[in-house]
């Protein structure tokens, strides 16, 4: 008897992102067009641009997703956790969205791969999100047990699932007879809920945030919104915007320059109306529509150091209002791989400018931003008593304890690549 054929956990974790793809792109017409154009656009830049691959093979960029999934409680971060280490994705990051200028009421971090050839092979991450109930200053005392209690009785996940990604993630691989059914279970438990939603309790929710009304206020997680990966993000919303889809007015991150690409660039179209159910106090069941699920893209640049970090931080602060941005760009940034190499900006595999470190995480101001621009109602921007204080105590150790997971610091990463 021959040994039964295993999969790696990158191999299921290349079916796990072609499997969420195929099956938003069915679910929201848009994004399938905003694949496609993004697969058109990379061709066209690769056979334009010689050396356009430095910053990851035009396969590895073609197949190139994110997904966002919002939580709400470390338990239900855990599981997450825990289902994701079968596909080799570990969490990465910590991103405190209550700090940002518009201020989101969650704390998140990112699964994904961190070896260098996992990432070559796949480099599929989720932003997952979790929902800051213990923060007084969002959720005062009653409401807050009240959403606990609700967190609590639901189940994202079918256990039986997760003691198979347990058993997956331990021998990091599994039998190939198995992956089909393993994958698709895990693909179905992010599909949107077309269970009806309780209305009061959805609109309580929604008057605090609609984060938390997304959050808690149905029994399901989903995937909010996955992003393709593009190699010319300008060239994409011109296109996408000449194909008639409504894209948000701008690309969030570090503006169009002559110079090396840093970080990440995102833009997104708007989430659309989707038909829902919503069960009244009287039990009747209604029809109504809500905007949950939208679509994004991405070009990423290279890795910056925690002192290009700083430069990047104070050149957008700069930016804000400027109408010449490349040029206020100049005073921040070099023009060339070598002087940012040489300056220490940014991130090269051994220091060779001719091989950098391209960026593998996110940015809370764009995320912020995204949440915000897709946000179907939001009374308010910021939190609803101000007079209360944050004594939350989230953190990173506290969300890495509160999970049981180590959560990695991307600059020991990118550090580690670069040696
Ligand atoms: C996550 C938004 C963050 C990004 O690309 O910055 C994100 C969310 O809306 O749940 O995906
Ligand atoms: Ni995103």
Redesign the pocket.
């Known amino acids: 008897m021959s040994p039964a054929k295993r999969l790696l956990t990158w191999q299921l974790r290349e079916r796990f992102a072609a499997g969420l793809s195929a099956r938003y792109a069915g679910e929201v017409p848009a994004y399938g067009t905003l694949v496609e154009v993004s697969g058109q656009v990379n061709a066209d830049y690769v056979a334009h641009h010689p050396g356009a691959e430095r910053l990851g093979s035009l396969a590895r960029v073609t197949a190139e997703r ?5 939580v709400g409680s470390p338990a239900e971060l855990a599981a997450v956790a825990d289902l994701f280490a079968a596909f080799g994705m570990v969490a990465v990051g910590y991103y405190d969205l209550r700090r940002a200028r518009s201020p989101i009421p ?1 704390v ?1 971090t990112a699964f994904r791969p961190i070896d260098a050839n996992e990432l070559a092979r796949n480099p599929f991450r989720v ?1 997952t ?1 979790m929902l800051a109930t213990r923060d007084a200053r969002y959720f005062e005392p009653d409401l807050r047990s009240r959403v606990e209690t609700f967190i609590a009785r639901r189940e994202l996940f079918d256990p039986a699932l997760l003691a198979r990604a347990r058993i997956i993630a331990a021998e990091g691989a599994c039998d190939a007879e198995e992956a089909d059914a393993f994958v698709a279970a895990a693909v179905d438990a992010f599909a949107l809920s077309r269970e009806p939603i309780d209305k009061h309790w959805y609109d309580e929710l929604s008057r605090v945030s609609a984060v938390a009304a997304d959050i808690a206020g149905v029994c399901s997680t989903h995937i ?2 996955l ?1 393709p990966r593009v190699l010319d993000i300008d060239e994409l919303y011109q296109r996408m915007t000449d194909r008639g889809i409504a894209m948000i007015d701008a690309i969030q991150g570090p503006p169009r320059t002559g110079g090396p690409p840093v970080l ?1 660039r ?1 833009t997104s179209f708007r989430a659309l109306a989707e038909p829902c159910l919503f069960r009244g106090r009287d039990g009747t069941v209604s029809a109504g529509s809500l905007r949950v699920r939208f679509g ?1 893209v ?1 070009a990423r640049g290279v890795a910056l150091t925690p002192r290009g970090r700083a430069r990047y931080d104070a050149a957008m602060a700069r930016l804000v209002g400027e109408a010449d941005p490349a040029r206020v760009w100049g005073d921040y940034f070099p023009s060339t791989d070598e002087e940012m190499a040489a300056q220490r900006l940014a991130y090269y595999r051994r220091g060779d400018p001719a091989a950098p470190i391209v960026y593998e995480d ?2 809370p101001a ?3 931003g ?2 915000r621009s ?1 946000l179907d109602r939001d009374p308010r921007a910021g939190p609803k008593t101000w007079h209360a204080v944050d004594q939350s105590g989230y953190d990173a150790s506290w969300l890495s304890g509160a999970i049981g997971h180590d959560i990695h610091d991307p600059y020991v990463l990118y550090e580690e690549a670069s040696a």
């Open positions: 994110h997904g966002a999934i919002r969650v998140s932003f999100s909010n919104h992003t990440l995102q994004e991405e996110f940015l764009s995320a912020a995204i949440f897709n």
